[in-house]
């Protein structure tokens, strides 16, 4: 079955970047989608088909997909970005979906 | 305004079951997917299963082994999920999900979940 690997914690200090990795096998041929769940709350969309986002969510949140690595790029981090970050894709050859470990971001 | 709410968790003995409900409002249901996403305690995002528009097409994950079966009532805009033979291993929260599309798509509104909780 698809994996997908993420780390399991990223730290950033206010106001700087943050980039959150998903890895897979050639996930640059799938399209990738990214969740923030925060503490005890629902996951939320802010990443689908590798880089569109949805409506609500702050410019800031950006995403690529190449090769082997999709990534979630968070500019100008700030308290309110820290949560827990899911990448996603559909793994046709099984018809699953599949989720990334999780990340958690810490903002310093 | 797009509102998905689950209800049916509870405590359940091992082996028992359960059915969960989800309850769509603020959108055309019969036109998208829907999915069931799950959450053990301190862990990270688990896909249980997906049902089209139609409810003519569904997908289960691997783990689910014949014990749960999503289903839909259109007529309702409910989205359900049994799920039968439980183990202490399925204690989670139960999440449903809207997905973009009629088809299986990504999720892009999501309930509060419901908590599953399996104890004897």
């Known amino acids: 079955s698809y994996v997908l690997t993420q780390p399991p914690s990223v730290s950033v200090a206010p106001g700087k970047t943050a980039r959150v990795t998903c890895g897979g096998n050639?996930?640059?041929?799938?399209?990738v989608h990214w969740y923030q769940q925060k503490t005890g709350q629902a996951p939320v969309l802010v990443i689908y088909?590798?880089?569109d986002r949805p409506s609500g969510i702050p410019e800031r949140f950006s995403g690529s997909n190449s090769g082997n690595t999709a990534t979630l790029t968070i500019n100008r981090v700030e308290a309110g970005d820290e949560a827990d970050y899911y990448c996603q894709v559909w793994d046709r050859s099984s018809d699953h979906w599949v989720f990334g470990g999780g990340t958690k971001l810490t903002v310093l | 305004e797009v509102q998905v709410v689950e209800s049916g968790g509870g405590l359940v003995q091992p082996g028992g079951s359960l059915r969960l409900s989800c309850a769509a409002s603020?959108?055309?249901?019969?036109?998208?997917?829907m999915t069931w996403v799950r959450q053990s305690p301190g862990k990270g995002l688990e896909w249980v299963s997906v049902i089209s528009g139609s409810g003519r097409t569904t997908y289960y994950a691997d783990f689910v082994r014949g014990r749960f079966t999503i289903s839909r009532d259109n007529s309702k805009s409910t989205l359900y999920l049994q799920i039968n033979n439980l183990g202490p291993d399925d204690t989670a929260v139960f999440y449903c999900?809207?997905?973009?599309?009629?088809?299986?798509?990504?999720?892009?509104?999501w309930g509060q979940g419901t908590l599953v909780t399996v104890s004897s």
């Open positions: 999900a809207k997905a973009m599309t009629t088809e299986t798509s990504n999720f892009d509104s």
């Open positions: 603020g959108f055309t249901f019969t036109n998208y997917a």
């Open positions: 050639n996930i640059g041929s799938k399209s």
């Open positions: 088909y590798d880089s």
